[in-house]
């Protein structure tokens, strides 16, 4: 039986990444279970039976695909999740409370994008399977939480 990856609820507490220390963790995260392998959710559905959706491997690196009527997937967006992270060198984000993503498919030719903070971004499409995809990401960690600064 697969075991999927539960949210579970999370006070703040400092976190270490990559040798630097960033803000606080708060709210809803994800928590993968060792026996957890991957959670995929479905993030908005087109009218044709395409949907996108996300993909997470029970680490902090998600991808968004397209996935076709017939099941292929394209990848669209890879990123690593920000972990909770919301803010460094003593600020918060304007967009903390956005940490998951959300899809907005405004015709059968346009995704909308949008995710408040990510720790980078590992790829992107502008254009997969003639569906347009428009990005609205908030701040990326890796650019503005640099360890020689704190």
């Known amino acids: ?17 990559d ?21 995929e959710k479905v993030l908005a559905t087109g009218d044709d039976g395409r949907a996108v959706a996300s ?12 996935i076709s009527a017939s099941g292929r997937k394209t990848a669209i967006f890879r990123y690593e999740s920000s972990g909770g992270v919301i803010g460094c ?3 918060t984000f304007p967009r903390a409370k956005e ?4 899809v ?4 059968p030719h346009l995704i909308h994008i949008s995710i408040g ?9 502008d254009n997969v399977d003639g569906v347009r995809v428009i990005y609205d ?8 939480c640099q360890a020689s600064v704190l």
């Open 55 to 66: 993909y997470l491997d029970c680490s902090t690196s998600e991808t968004i695909n397209l």
């Open 19 to 39: 040798g630097f220390a960033v803000l606080a963790l708060v709210g809803c995260i994800t928590a993968c279970d060792p026996r957890c392998h991957s959670m």
């Open 104 to 107: 907005i498919w405004s015709d």
């Open 1 to 17: 039986m697969r075991q999927w990856c539960t949210p579970q609820q999370s006070g703040p507490i400092l976190l270490m990444r």
């Open 137 to 144: 990401i908030g701040t990326v960690l890796s650019d503005v």
């Open 89 to 91: 060198k003593g600020k």
């Open 99 to 102: 940490l998951s993503p959300t």
């Open 117 to 125: 903070i990510v720790y980078s971004i590992n790829g992107k499409l």
